[in-house]
């Protein structure tokens, strides 16, 4: 079955603990991006990635890092989480690029006391 | 600044009423897409319009794009309870230097039985 997977779902830890949202998808997709998506503001793209080794920030990249060492995997890295970071994130894979059907995870819900 | 604004933000009938869902812009895109998110999941696509004026037809869900493809509309015909859901209209903006999707604010719509 063709689909975004993302690990954790559900994530409650504490300020300046390290940690890592992974994303893998089967589709053989060039295009992967993160999303957050907080009440009232819709989904911000916080990275994306056109390919493996390439990397670009979003519009709200700030306290975040991304990887593509592969081409199904896009990890999601917060190296010093902050409250301001409790979110809904989605993972996002394309075959080409911003114009292609964006086919989402199925999110992660993050929580940062 | 969000470039992509959607309104109304929510809207709550009646099944068997019918109702329409705006994106504004004042930028031009080269193509517009439609999504439903359902709580606990992550967005799909509902349709892609890219020719100014064009109309698609989904079923009881009927989509365009403004001649000047600033803007776009989602109308729907006789809602049931199962068209409940956030749907979010993302652009694909023309001319613009980055691969960065842009993603409206969002339209939280329920259908009372």
């Known amino acids: 079955e063709a689909q975004v997977t993302q690990n954790p779902r559900y994530l409650i830890t504490v300020t300046g603990k390290k940690l890592t949202v992974t994303c893998s998808q089967n589709?053989?997709?060039?295009?992967m991006s993160w999303y957050r998506q907080d009440p009232g503001l819709g989904l911000r793209q916080i990275y994306y990635?056109?390919?493996?080794?390439?990397?670009d920030k979003g519009d709200v990249p700030e306290g975040y890092k991304v990887s593509r060492k592969e081409k199904r995997n896009f990890p999601l890295i917060l190296e010093s989480p902050s409250p301001n970071q409790t979110s809904l994130y989605f993972c996002?894979?394309?075959?080409?690029?911003?114009?292609?059907?964006?086919?989402f995870g199925p999110g992660t819900r993050l929580t940062v006391t | 600044t969000q470039l992509l604004e959607q309104s109304p933000q929510f809207l709550s009938i009646q099944e068997g009423e019918n109702l329409t869902v705006y994106c504004n812009s004042s930028?031009?895109?080269?193509?517009l897409q439609w999504y439903r998110q359902e709580p606990g999941e992550g967005p799909v696509l509902l349709v892609t319009?890219?020719?100014?004026?064009e109309v698609k037809k989904l079923k009881r869900l009927t989509f365009q794009f403004g001649d000047a493809r600033k803007d776009s509309s989602l109308h729907i015909t006789a809602a049931q309870p199962g068209d409940t859901g956030l749907y979010l209209c993302?652009?694909?903006?023309?001319?613009?230097?980055?691969?960065?999707?842009?993603f409206g604010t969002g339209t939280l719509l329920a259908v009372q039985p």
């Open positions: 993302a652009g694909d903006r023309y001319g613009g230097a980055t691969n960065k999707l842009i």
């Open positions: 930028s031009v895109f080269s193509s």
């Open positions: 589709m053989n997709h060039e295009y």
């Open positions: 990635s056109m390919n493996v080794e390439v990397t």
């Open positions: 319009v890219v020719t100014g004026g």
């Open positions: 996002a894979s394309s075959l080409y690029g911003k114009g292609d059907e964006q086919y």
